[in-house]
């Protein structure tokens, strides 16, 4: 609520009534006038409040009187009545009603209640009420009442006392605040300047304005008063004090300094009064020296009186910071005064206070650039910014050694309790200190140096003097410094000040730099800088460097606390660079130079530092000014954190490192990051000294150049703590963003940087000579960073960069540096051809040749170590940029072919690698003339001995590389022919012949033919491995591309690459060394196949052999367009038929899959109807689908279809000839050749060695595998030659085959060849003779009639095989052992290998078969009769059923009897049918004899045959008979009679033949043959009866029959009745006795009731033949009968009783014999 609201009236109205009511009370009895004038007081408002509107303006006009009644109430000088009315005036102040006379009046009643010594409180807060409220008061009132409160500070009581001089501030600052206020409100009125008089009078005030005016007399009479004088406005003053005055003259100096600035009268009083003032009163302590006090002082105070010189210091720091414009002169002698009070013998407060002033002006960086502009850069002028400086340099320094000489008059540190004591106050007066908050375990910090320690106390905040001793104003006595309080001052000061000069420089800079910027982009605007300000930079860096510099590296030195480090590094961190950007060398060195020596370890030998440091004491000298600079202490006691070597080429002690060392590093580091660019020559310094720091730290460069912490190379002599260890990731990554950060210098920084690394690295390569020490690799290491880092410009520094590391580093006898030297240079290449240069490296080929050309440099460097270095860099550029190289191909490819075979293998590998790559990948990428480079670096791969597996996969690799010509070929061709038609063009202009291999080819073919050439320089190796991989790829590429070839090519293949390879081969095999090798090479075992030299080459012979034979089969048609085809073929089967003689098995055997490879060659129709089959007949590692099957590395895009180019290439090639007689004629010839061939060789291997027993081994036997080869070579051939195949070549063809199945082997192989002795199986030698005969017969059957003669003659063949198996052949005269004894399951090493026959029985039974299948068909053909092929048939047979059990396999006989049965079931008939011609008549003997050996064999079967098995063998006898009853004896009217009879004595033989006159139960169970003499007794009945006799012959069959049948039934009978019998006679146990019963009822009851039944049948058939048909000699036989049968009556078997009857029963009616018309029965 304000004092003019109506409210706020009307309350104030009230109050005066009330304030006015009181007093009367109060007054009513003792003052009485008092009393009216209160009441009529209240009348008096009551009027104003009534009859006016503006009651406040009536109220102040009328103040007298209404003030009047409080002011006779103070007069009672009661106090409770004075109170009140003080009250009630201030309320009335306080609403602003007070008129000036009625102010007046209040001060005068005040003034003689202060005479009066009463309610001095209330006076003051009156008076103050007063001159706050309003401006009424002016003039000698205004000074009366300011005396009033100075009087009232002087009282006795210090209440009083205190308030007063807090009023007396109070109302000064009240007085100067009007003014300011006054001249706010007439500032836009312009005063008139008054005259000026020669005579500036003090009186003369007439210009000021009133407020002014008061403000200008209390300022003088403050002046007057300081100074001892009688004042002129303050009248009435009694007492006054020089410490009061002086600070009320800075309080009014520092709030009003514009007051002074603005008036001259104000300014005037500045220059005349105070400064002389000030100079006079500070005269005690100018004169004045510690120790002695001088005598004649004109001033009051003789001896500097701390109060007072502490505030006029303070004074004088307000008169420096504010009027140093007005009083520059004055301000010199101030600040001289203050440069002398910090001299050491001035009294210790006294130096503090100085030195809190300084550092008052050193955070003010605008007030020190105004004095080094007045003083400093004047000519005759005192030097007084240099002067500040080095004051405080010397004062830190005079504190270190004042302190170290124990002056008495210094703070008493000898006896040590006090010292403790005066840090411990220092403590608690500042509160601070590094030890307050840590507690016992935090160590004060302090700078320590040469044992004089100073504790250091944080006295103020950064960039703030903040002043403890310049704030004590309420102190007398100079109060005790704490030890160590100036050195923190000082310390703080000279950051500050080097803080704020170094910011506000780099403010300017950054400012005309952001000009400048801005004047590049608009030149029109031209904004002026200041002039000279450079200048003035440059002398405020050159006054204060020295200063500076000796009182930091003081600090660095003795500092013992990491912040204080910090500070003091960052300070000189700051200056130096400052010194940079300002140009100015000396400082910048001298200040890097010092950071350098603080990061090495005390008295390091660095030669960079002491020759710069020389030139420093040059430098200080030349300032002229006596600054020490203070050597290096070394007796710090600091942290050791590292224990390492220093580098230098004499092995010495180690040296230490500590925290501050490391501090001290990073700072450097820090430095050379932000700084870089303004370090020019200093990068020598700074890296000399990281060099040697990151040495002893034990770092080593890693990836890239950056350094990592290593371990300790040296041995145990490097030592690290852990508080180090932590440390060194951060330093190793600053170092490397150090070294980043170069890309961010310009160019000649850059090339500064660079200089300075390569100077270093001369240094450590001169160092690493003759020395086996690490060498130091910090510079090759950063030299390489800084490469990396600017690739964008690398043109600048490639030449000096590359030049150096390849000339000095990578030649270095020391391993390490020059790996070293290698890594830098091939990273740098890499790097560079992986940066993205603007224009790409594709358009500018001069930049990549240049970047690529370090890396063909390094091939001319002899150690391996550096071309692994460089071949394995290739690997990487290849793998990263191989895309790109283009023109660089060469030179790339013959880094990469420049192997030797002294290399060693892992360098040989790592170029190999990279050949791979360049195959897999990068031949698409790669211009056309670089592909026959890769050929010939392949093969020379191929060829160098030192490693076998790189020469084998780089023969892979030429497969891959003639994949690659053969999917781009169009495109390859177009490229070559362009290249090839400007060199064309090149040679003419010269006159020279083009000069290229195989010339006339086309340029394509001419790369092919290379890849021949290199493949067979391979085919011919003297590592078998070698020769075998190089020969199949080199087929194979043949195979699958050959049709890319032109014609003409094609001659110099067959001629020039093929057979010249055979005969090289052929030569070699024939005259290899036959020496068993051992090992081939280091632990590896070699298979006894491959163990000499004859039978490593024998393999290569196969491989060239198989090849050119695959070739010739599959390429035919094409070599048959040669026109010398014939001739070729003929060398062909020229070298077939010498290696299938060769005494080598294993290349025999392949000459024979070569001879069949080239015979089975498919109709050429069908080959041009399929392109794809052409594919899939080229060899191995043809891809199956030619159309989707992608290169070995990326895929390729085709240019066209593989599929049309095939076609058309095979157009050429696959066409068949035309079907004339020429082409027909030629092909004959050629077969004939292979036939006349084939019969040479086949006769060659299978004729018998001539002579020798079987002791002697034979030179040579061929192999199983290869007479099964040579003769299934026959087939194939002979549908070539069957039209002209004649009996002379059957002839020749059974020798061979006869020959061949002869031949036995070895029985060490036989295990792997034969079965066991039980399996029927065929070798498949057997098979292929089998089925040679197989193929002719077949031919023979679907061929004209006249090739039917042949068939006898493969009968004979077939049939000398069947002999076999119980006769085997003989080969020549060699022994040879069956294969069941053949001892192959235990072989004795040492014996001689001994010879066993083959197994022929399965090869027997299987011919006996093809005879029996042959036979069936062609039983009937002519000369199959006339060349008698069954009696040969049957007479072949007659052996193995002669022999029957004899044979050696039991299965022979079985079979000859069921061929036997087959054949005459064929023959038989066609016997019958041609037995007019009688050209059978000789079979039939043969027959007969035949049934007889095998029915009644001489064999007796083993006598482990079971009853089964016997049964079995049993069937087959019976079989025979029934063909007999069946095939034979049915026909005999066209059969001779002899043979007949033979046949029914045979059948009676076996009818009687299970006769037996006694058996033992064994002989029961096995020797009888009931069967099959049931089967000849049923066959002889058959044969018996016969009504229709047709021919005199029939009915002498069945009289011969009918004896036979008669005699048997006799014997049976007979047999019978003596078994009965015996049985019933011996009686045996019964167990026995059912068996015996078993065996007689199972085999003899059958045969009784048979014969019963028989001879029952017989009577009925004799009953109802004629009589004259019987035979005289039969009845008798069968009367005979009779006594027997009644015999039989006592038989124990019903079943025979039955039958008995049956038989019985007919004699009746033979009793009587009738009478017969014909003797004897004969007709």
Not at 463 to 481: N, Q, R
Not at 1649 to 1665: N, P, Y
Request: aromatic share 8%.
């Amino acid at each position: 609520m304000s004092t003019s609201s109506p409210e706020a009236v009307k309350k104030l109205l009230e109050n005066m009534q009330t304030d006015l009511r009181s007093l009367s009370m109060e007054c009513k009895k003792k003052f009485p006038p008092v009393k009216e004038a209160a009441e009529s007081g209240i009348v008096k408002i009551k009027t104003i409040a009534a009859r006016n509107s503006d009651i406040l303006a009536t109220l102040k006009e009328n103040s007298s009187e209404v003030v009047q009644p409080f002011l006779m109430g103070c007069g009672t000088k009661e106090p409770k009545i004075t109170q009140l009315c003080l009250a009630a005036i201030q309320r009335l102040m306080s609403h602003e009603v007070v008129s000036e006379a009625a102010a007046g009046n209040i001060i005068n009643m005040l003034w003689q209640l202060m005479e009066n010594g009463l309610e001095e409180l209330k006076l003051l807060q009156t008076v103050l009420v007063l001159l706050t409220t309003n401006t009424v008061v002016h003039d000698q009132v205004l000074s009366k009442a300011i005396v009033l409160c100075f009087r009232l500070h002087f009282t006795k009581d210090n209440i009083t006392n205190n308030t007063a001089a807090a009023t007396v501030r109070q109302v000064v600052t009240v007085v100067f605040e009007r003014m300011v206020a006054e001249d706010e409100r007439f500032k836009d009125i312009v005063d008139q300047p008054p005259p000026v008089q020669g005579n500036t009078n003090r009186r003369s005030v007439s210009t000021l304005r009133p407020s002014a005016k008061d403000a200008y007399m209390l300022f003088q009479d403050l002046c007057q008063l300081v100074n001892a004088d009688a004042p002129y406005w303050l009248v009435g003053m009694t007492e006054m004090t020089r410490t009061f005055g002086l600070e009320l003259l800075e309080s009014v100096l520092n709030d009003f300094p514009r007051v002074f600035l603005q008036h001259q009268e104000f300014s005037f009083l500045l220059k005349e009064r105070v400064c002389p003032l000030v100079i006079k009163l500070f005269s005690p302590n100018i004169k004045f020296r510690q120790g002695n006090s001088s005598a004649a002082s004109p001033a009051p105070v003789e001896k500097p009186y701390f109060p007072i010189c502490m505030r006029l210091l303070r004074v004088v720091s307000v008169l420096i910071k504010h009027f140093y414009s007005l009083l520059v002169t004055e301000c010199e002698i101030f600040l001289s005064l203050l440069v002398k009070f910090l001299d050491g013998e001035k009294p210790q407060w006294l130096r503090a206070v100085a030195v809190e002033s300084v550092h008052r002006l050193c955070v003010q960086p605008h007030l020190l650039r105004s004095f080094c502009l007045s003083y400093d850069m004047k000519q005759h002028s005192t030097k007084v910014f240099r002067d500040i400086v080095n004051a405080l340099g010397s004062f830190i320094q005079s504190l270190f050694i004042v302190l170290n000489t124990g002056n008495p008059a210094a703070t008493n540190t000898s006896t040590g309790g006090s010292g403790a004591q005066g840090a411990a106050q220092g403590a608690a007066q500042g509160g601070l200190g590094a030890g307050g908050q840590g507690g016992s375990l935090t160590t004060q910090a302090a700078f320590e140096y040469r044992g004089t320690w100073i504790p250091l106390m944080t006295v103020s905040v950064q960039g703030s003097a903040k002043a403890t001793y310049l704030e004590m104003l309420d102190k007398v006595e100079p109060p005790s410094i704490p030890e160590g309080y100036a050195m923190s001052v000082a310390f703080s000061a000279l950051l500050d000040l080097v803080r704020g000069i170094t910011s506000m420089i780099e403010r300017a800079l950054a400012k005309e730099e952001e000009e400048a910027v801005r004047r590049e982009a608009n030149p029109d605007q031209n904004t002026q800088l200041e002039p000279g300000a450079h200048l003035v930079w440059e002398e405020m860096v050159s006054a204060c460097w020295c200063g500076l510099l000796a009182a930091l590296s003081l600090l660095l030195d003795a500092s013992t606390d990491e912040t204080a480090t910090e500070s003091i590094l960052k300070a000189e961190l700051n200056v130096a660079a400052l010194c940079g950007r300002l140009g100015l060398v000396t400082p910048r060195d001298a200040f890097i130079t010092a950071i350098c020596k603080a990061s090495l370890p005390p008295h390091y030998a660095l030669t960079v530092l002491s020759s710069n440091t020389a030139n420093l004491n040059k430098a200080y000298s030349i300032q002229g000014q006596s600054v020490q600079i203070i050597s290096s202490s070394s007796e710090s006691h600091q942290q050791v954190v590292a224990v390492g070597q220093p580098l230098s080429v004499q092995p010495q002690g180690t040296v230490v490192l500590t925290a501050k060392n490391i501090q001290c590093m990073r700072t450097l580091l820090n430095l050379a990051h932000c700084h870089g660019v303004v370090l020019g020559t200093s990068w020598q310094l700074v890296l000399a000294t990281l060099q040697h720091l990151v040495w002893i730290l034990g770092l080593k460069p890693g990836v890239g150049g950056a350094l990592k912490p290593g371990r300790a190379v040296e041995g145990p002599s490097t030592v690290l703590t852990t508080a180090v260890m932590t440390d060194l990731p951060v330093i190793s990554n600053i170092l490397s963003r150090l070294f980043e950060s170069s890309q961010y210098l310009d160019d000649v920084s850059l090339h500064h940087l660079i200089n300075a690394l390569c100077s270093l690295s001369l240094e450590a390569v001169e160092m690493a000579y003759g020395n086996n020490k690490e060498p130091s690799l910090f510079a090759v290491a950063k030299l390489l960073e800084t490469g990396l880092v600017n690739m964008d410009r690398i043109e600048i520094l490639w030449r000096p960069l590359t030049g150096h590391l390849l000339e000095k580093v990578c030649q270095h006898p020391n391993a390490r540096m020059r790996e070293w030297g290698a890594e830098a240079v091939t990273s740098l290449i890499k790097a560079g051809l992986a940066y993205k240069h603007n224009p790409p490296l594709a358009q500018n080929q001069r930049l990549q040749l240049l970047l690529l050309n370090p890396l063909k440099e390094l091939s001319n460097v002899l150690h391996a170590d550096i071309r692994q270095k460089q071949l394995e860099s290739v690997l990487q550029i290849l793998q990263s940029q191989g895309d790109s190289l283009g023109p660089g191909w060469p030179l790339v490819l013959g880094v990469i072919g420049a192997i030797r075979n002294d290399q060693g293998e892992s360098l040989i590998r790592t170029a190999f690698q990279c050949l791979q790559l360049v195959v897999t990948d990068f031949l698409p990428t790669m211009p056309c003339a670089g592909l026959q480079i890769v050929v010939d670096v392949a093969g020379s791969f191929g060829l160098q001995n030192q490693e076998l597996n790189i020469s084998l996969t780089s023969i892979g690799l030429l497969w891959n590389i003639s994949d690659y010509f053969f999917q781009r070929g169009e495109a390859i061709t177009q490229e070559l022919e362009r290249e090839e038609a400007a060199l064309q063009k090149q040679a003419q202009e010269k006159g020279e012949p083009l000069n290229r291999p195989f010339h006339p080819a086309p340029p394509f073919d001419c790369l092919w033919l290379c890849l021949y050439a290199k493949l067979g320089q391979l085919c011919v190796d003297p590592r078998p491995a070698v020769r075998k991989s190089a020969g199949q790829t080199m087929f194979s590429t043949i195979a699958a591309h050959g049709t890319l070839l032109q014609q003409p090519t094609w001659h110099i293949v067959v001629w020039k690459v093929l057979f010249h390879l055979l005969d090289c081969v052929r030569k070699s095999s024939t005259t290899a060394d036959k020496e068993k090798i051992e090992s081939g090479g280091g632990n590896i075992l070699i298979h006894h196949s491959r163990d000499t030299a004859e039978k490593q080459w024998a393999e290569t012979w196969v491989l060239t052999l198989a090849g050119v034979a695959r070739i010739f089969n599959t390429r035919r048609y094409l070599l048959q367009q040669l026109g010398d085809y014939f001739k070729a073929w003929e060398v062909l089967l020229d070298h077939i038929q010498s290696a299938a003689l060769s005494k080598n098995s294993e290349v025999s055997l392949a000459a024979l899959k070569s001879f069949q490879e080239i015979l089975q060659i498919a109709t050429p129709v069908k080959d041009s109807a399929m392109p794809n089959d052409a594919l899939a007949a080229m060899g191995a590692p043809v891809l199956i689908d030619p159309l989707s099957a992608p290169g070995p590395g990326r895929p390729l895009l085709r240019s066209d279809s593989m599929l049309e180019r095939l076609t058309s290439y095979n157009c050429a090639e696959l066409q068949a000839p035309p079907p004339g007689e020429e082409s027909a004629l030629e092909d004959a010839a050629l077969w004939w050749s292979a036939w006349n061939t084939w019969y040479r060789t086949g006769t060659d291997s299978t004729r018998p060695p001539s002579g020798g027993t079987g002791t002697d081994r034979p030179s040579f036997v061929p192999s199983q595998p290869f007479l099964t080869a040579l003769v299934q070579i026959f087939p194939a051939l002979y549908q070539h030659i069957k039209t002209g195949f004649s009996m002379e070549d059957l002839r020749k063809l059974g020798v061979i085959l006869h020959g061949a199945v002869s031949i036995p082997i070895s029985s060490d192989a036989s295990p792997f060849i034969l079965p066991s002795y039980t399996e029927a199986v065929l070798t498949s030698l057997q098979e292929a003779v089998l089925t040679a005969l197989d193929v002719l017969q077949k031919a023979i059957c679907v061929g004209p009639e006249n090739l039917q003669v042949m068939y006898p003659a493969i009968f004979e063949q077939l049939l000398l095989f069947v002999e076999f198996s119980c006769k085997p052949p003989q080969y020549g005269k060699m022994e040879t052992k069956h294969v069941a004894n053949a001892k192959y399951n235990q072989i004795q090493l040492f014996t001689p290998a001994e010879w066993v026959a083959l197994n022929y029985v399965p090869f027997a039974e299987r011919s006996l078969e093809v005879v029996v299948d042959l036979y069936h068909k062609t039983a009937c053909h002519k000369a199959v009769i006339n060349e008698k092929v069954l009696q040969n048939i049957i007479k072949t047979l007659r052996m193995p059923l002669g022999l029957k059990y004899g044979c050696p396999s039991e299965s022979t006989w079985k079979l000859a009897v069921s061929s036997l049965l087959k054949v005459l079931s064929t023959g038989l008939p066609v016997a019958r049918q041609h037995a007019s011609s009688r050209k059978f008549d000789t079979m039939w003997p043969e027959l007969a004899n035949a049934f007889k050996d095998f029915l009644f064999t001489k064999s007796t079967p083993p006598d482990n045959v079971s009853i089964q098995e016997f049964q079995k063998n049993e069937a087959i006898d019976v079989e025979v008979v029934q063909l007999i009853s069946t095939e034979i004896l049915p026909f005999a009217i066209f059969i001779p009679k002899d043979f007949v009879g033979q046949i029914m004595a045979m059948l009676n033989k076996g009818s009687i033949h299970s006769q037996s006159s006694s058996f033992t139960e064994a002989e029961v169970d096995v020797r009888m043959r009931e069967e099959f003499s049931k089967v000849c007794f049923e066959t002889l009945l058959q044969f018996s009866f016969s009504n229709k006799v047709s021919t005199p012959q029939e009915g002498y069959i069945s009289r011969m029959a009918l004896s036979v049948l008669l005699k048997r039934s006799q014997d049976v009978l007979r047999r019978y009745v003596d078994d009965e019998r015996l049985s019933g006679r011996c009686p045996l146990p019964s167990g026995q006795r059912m068996k015996l019963d078993c065996q007689l009822l199972r085999q003899q009851v059958t045969e009784i009731i048979f014969v019963l039944k028989a001879i029952s049948t017989l009577m009925d058939s004799l009953k109802k033949t004629q009589p004259e048909n019987v035979d005289g000699t039969t009845w008798a036989q069968v009367i005979a009968l009779y006594p027997t049968l009644v015999e039989c009556i006592t038989c124990s078997s019903s079943e025979v009783s039955s039958a008995l009857k049956e038989a019985m029963g007919p004699f009746k009616d033979f009793m009587q014999p009738p009478v017969s018309r014909v003797p004897n029965g004969e007709s």
